[in-house]
Nanobody
Framework: VNLVESGGGSVQAGGSLRLSCTFS????????VGWFRQAPGKEREGVAT???????NYAESVEGRFTISRDNAKNTLYLQMNSLSPEDTAMYYCAARIWATGPFCYPGLTDVDSWGQGTQVTVSS
């Protein structure tokens, strides 16, 4: 599986960004896909996931501000991020895990099959 993120950048607090991740190499609909992030000096954490049935799960820290979606026809994953704060500053990674659905496709997922290279999001106050 090859995952390529795009859409990161710099924004002021309160602003919005939309991340995209293109998926190739395997059957996209076999996979749970999601977004993780890692801030400097911190461990990587799950942000949001979505399974083949379009069921999303969110970390509490982003619930109500971020929206994850996927276009199964375009093999693409999205993350719409609104009301951004400096605490959202991190490298954001796209991830994929085969066959995980429903409650098994969640931000705490640890046995990820594939990772993207990451895209930087910087939020200034």
């Amino acid at each position: 599986v090859n995952l390529v993120e795009s859409g990161g950048g710099s924004v002021q607090a309160g602003g919005s960004l939309r991340l995209s991740c293109t998926f190739s190499g395997e059957t996209y609909t076999d996979y749970c896909v999601g977004w993780f992030r890692q801030a400097p000096g911190k461990e990587r954490e799950g942000v949001a996931t979505i399974d083949r049935n379009l069921s999303p799960n969110y970390a509490e820290s982003v619930e109500g501000r971020f929206t994850i979606s996927r276009d199964n026809a375009k093999n693409t994953l999205y993350l719409q991020m609104n009301s951004l704060s400096p605490e959202d500053t991190a490298m954001y990674y796209c991830a994929a895990r085969i066959w995980a659905t429903g409650p098994f496709c969640y931000p705490g997922l640890t046995d990820v099959d594939s990772w993207g290279q990451g895209t930087q999001v910087t939020v200034s106050s």
